[in-house]
């Protein structure tokens, strides 16, 4: 039993299945994340003046990743091109290059979650609040890189702002409350590990399948080359709509 | 295709050509549409089942509180413990039971059945096809929804027990109880979001691609038409309950707060939280799903309605070309009425004027739906058989279920009427005995196409007469409950504000008006009984019921009645081709009152 156009595309809507599955499936990821920007727009909307953080986060790193993405984005289609080409070695090639390319791209955000999970702002029993990067702990003291602040607010805004690499050494029993800048630390970093982080997971599906069709998938080029193009194509879809949410989310958390 | 002795079941004739797999690739693990939808079909009537169940211990405690639950109270006891000490249900057990009725009902019952099943097994073969567009990924979806459904009952079990804010689990409550309840319920949620998500991208792709040659759009039976828009509901309304409960379970592990005010304090004191959320966030995710889900539940049974009464009215259904773009317009204007449910969040004249007109025109639609489907009824020489009398009766109760929707929609009468028996009189008036009565009507009708058999008229009669008289019996007084102002989700069914409790104050609950959960609770349990002749017909006639002698036993049109009985793997014997629309009944000039849509012309 063979199910039709799972290969030719159906000459009155002009697409194989495959493809309709993922315009249908891509429309439903829209409004997931389309849901996530909403909330992110309404709970921004909400905080009160001046609380809504900026600059928290690396510029050059995020540019650099939206670069790597768009790269991306070139390469995937470029090993499509190659299918369609019957180019086996130049669709490896370029596939290749895109699953580097999101290795890469994952490395750089693991980089930058981890300078956020070894960030703190500490609380002192006296009122005084410090912030930097964890160095060092005993039983008896903690030791960050940073700087003492007098208000809360001042770490809001850190545009411009110079790094501060004061050595502070802080005595536990004098530590009233000490936070990681992890998704509880705010609203802002909540929105940030959730939404990068579910881009994240989809970044990895996507590396996940480009692995296969690198791989043990691409066996089927040897049997059904249409039928392989079509999977390259399809995975494509998909990795262009990945793109397309980090070049929104870009903005959104970087540079405003 | 016709088999031609009577005592044989049909489906001896047409040794179907089964793969020579073993039984669990063949029942288990099957990619065959046909397979998956009864798998399907089975898990959510069971589930519909334990869903009813939770509702009549339910009754009892609102209408006997504090009292041990009869029959199963020591049960209760046994496996639950502390919360149901001798057998009486504590506040806490109710609130679980109420929360999980819902989520069952709704999301592990009615729509598994009516898209899951209906749609699985139903929608190939009325178009032509040979099975779903994607096989395996039907298979993951049924694999899904099933542990989605365990993630649901295991946690029952744990300590604490299932979750215990509602089925619309608002937030701050949902976060802040402290049982784990809500987690496995968000992580439940998170399956059977995904398995509908797939099965959703899975029947639109079989719609769009796999008709059969010659089955163009406007030759689609209602019922195909009516899965298509609930499947785009289920594709475009689902994932931002899926963004919502994903920003609830960190809430709820990751201590985030996306949902949590400022200054919330919980159980008296200041929570730990760096606040900042919105409470309203939650409640704008959820409904803009669950309005959208309400008219999953309603249109495939809709759908159901329209084959049904085009069949045994032997004429073709008024108005194919209204009820096709009603249907479709309400797909549409339901993303856009979510916020009628949350007037008493106070949400300002202007945006609450917006929410109450799309409520209004929303209803236009459905009007159009249900008239053109009475005037469907006109001059038909009608056969009043079980699935005949389940549609007719589906057309008034879901009448009364839409109309006394009409006074929740405006702001000014729902500020009264929210939260309180009146909404649930509503909405159970179009789920039960609407919904539930087109998919009641569904089993009779595709009954002999399944298993070659007949269901018992006779107790099918039975069934139906009783279901009719209880149903009613349940949910024609909370209407009166509610106008007096009796409150939703109370686990003494509103004791502590009746007159009796709060002697002289102006509002406070009669007698009667309490005195009716008693009533209640007993059509609640002659709705029981009712249900125990199709739970015995069901069974026997499998085994034991009267074989059809044709593979149309009820002389229908569409395409699943020209396939042999029960359509083996691959559906049809040669791949049909379609030459006319869908209800081709009485057509002059023709020795038989029905042409089937594969009938070639002249
Ligand atoms: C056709 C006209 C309809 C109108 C005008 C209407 C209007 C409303 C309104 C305004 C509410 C909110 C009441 C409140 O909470 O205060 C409501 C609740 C509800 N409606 Fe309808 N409705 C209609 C049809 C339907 C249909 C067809 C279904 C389902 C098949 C449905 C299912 C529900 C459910 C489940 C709720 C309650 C949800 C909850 O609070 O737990 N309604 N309806
Ligand atoms: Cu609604």
Known sequence: ????????????????????????????????????????ILLRVAAPEGTWPHGWLSIPLGTLNTLILALSAVTVLLAWAACKARMFDRYKFFQGITLLLGVI???????????KL?????????????????????????????????????????????????????????????????????????????????????????????????????????????????????????????DLVWIFLFPVLYLT | MQATSPAIPASTHHPAHHPETGFWRTYIFSTDHKVIGIQYGITALCFLFFGFLLMLMMRWQIAHPGEPVPIVGPLLA??????????????????????????????????????????????????????????????????????????????????????????????????AIPTDGQTFWLIGMVFLITSSLLGSVNLITTIIQLRAPGLTWMRLPFFVWAQFTASFLLLLAFPPLETAGILQLMDKLAGTSFFLPTGLAIGGKLADISGGGSPLLWQHL????????????????????GEIIANNTRKPLWGYKSLVFSVLMIGFISFLVWAHHMYLTG????????????????????????????????????????????????????????????????????????????????????????TIFALFAGIYYWFPKITGRRMNEYWGKV????????????????????????????????????????????????????????????????????QIPFIINFFWSIAKGQPVRSDNPWEATTLEWQTPTPPPHGNFLKPPQVYRGPYEYSLPGYDKDYVPQNQPPG
């Open chain 2, 78 to 175: 046994a496996v639950l413990g502390d919360v149901a000490a001798r057998g009486v249900m504590s506040p806490d057990l109710y609130n679980s039971f109420g929360a999980m009725h819902g989520t069952i009902m709704v999301f592990l019952g009615v729509v598994p059945l009516a898209v899951g099943a209906y749609g699985n097994y139903l929608v190939p073969l009325q178009i032509g096809a040979n099975d779903m567009a994607f096989p395996r990924l039907n298979m993951m979806s049924y694999q899904l929804y099933f542990l989605g459904g365990i993630v649901m009952l295991t946690s029952f079990f744990i300590p604490g027990g299932a979750a215990q804010a509602g089925w619309t689990s608002y937030s701050p409550l949902a976060t």
């Open chain 1, 118 to 242: 070894t960030h703190y702002t500490v609380v002192l029993k006296d009122g005084r609040i410090a912030d930097g990067h964890w160095v060092s702990a005993t039983p008896s003291e903690v030791v960050l890189k940073g700087e003492f602040v007098a208000e809360r607010s001042e770490l809001a805004d850190r545009r411009g702002r110079a790094k501060a690499h004061e050595e502070i050494r802080l005595a536990r029993d004098q530590v009233q409350k000490m936070q990681v800048y992890g998704p509880a630390y705010n609203t802002y970093l909540a929105l940030y590990f959730t939404m990068t982080g579910l881009h994240g997971l989809h970044v990895l599906g996507g590396l996940v399948v480009f692995a296969f069709l690198w791989g043990p998938g691409s066996r089927l080029w040897k049997t059904d080359p249409d039928r392989f193009t079509n999977r390259v194509e399809v995975a494509g879809l998909f990795w262009h709509f990945v």
């Open chain 2, 347 to 434: 949400m300002g004249t202007r945006i609450s004027a917006f929410f109450q007109t799309t409520t209004m025109i929303i209803s236009i639609p459905s009007v159009i739906i249900l008239t053109a489907l009475l005037i469907s009824l006109w001059g038909g020489s009608i056969r009043f058989n079980t699935p005949m009398l389940f549609a007719l009766a589906f057309l008034p109760m879901f009448g009364i279920g839409g109309l006394t929707g009409l006074p929740l929609g405006f702001s000014a009468s729902d500020i009264h009427l929210h939260d309180t028996y009146y909404v649930i009189g509503h909405f159970h008036y179009v789920v039960a005995p609407g």
């Open chain 1, 1 to 40: 039993m063979d199910i039709p156009y799972t290969v030719q595309p159906r000459p009155d809507t002009g697409v194989y299945n495959a493809k309709v599955g993922m315009w249908l499936f891509l429309a439903s990821e829209v409004m997931l994340f389309g849901g996530l920007f909403s909330a992110y």
């Open chain 2, 286 to 305: 959820f409904w803009f799903l669950a309005h959208p889900e309400v008219y999953v539940l309603i249109l495939p049974a809709m759908g159901i309605i």
């Open chain 2, 463 to 530: 069934h139906f007469w009783g279901s009719l008289l209880f149903m009613n019996l349940i949910f024609m007084p909370m209407f009166v409950q509610g106008l007096a102002g009796m409150l939703r989700r109370m686990s003494d069914g509103g004791l502590q504000y009746s007159a009796a409790k709060v002697p002289g104050v102006a509002g406070a609950l009669s007698g009667p008006i309490l005195g009716l959960n008693n009533f209640i609770l007993w059509a609640a349990a002659g709705l029981a009984i009712a």
């Open chain 1, 105 to 115: 791209f994952l490395g750089i955000k693991g980089y930058e979650y981890h300078d």
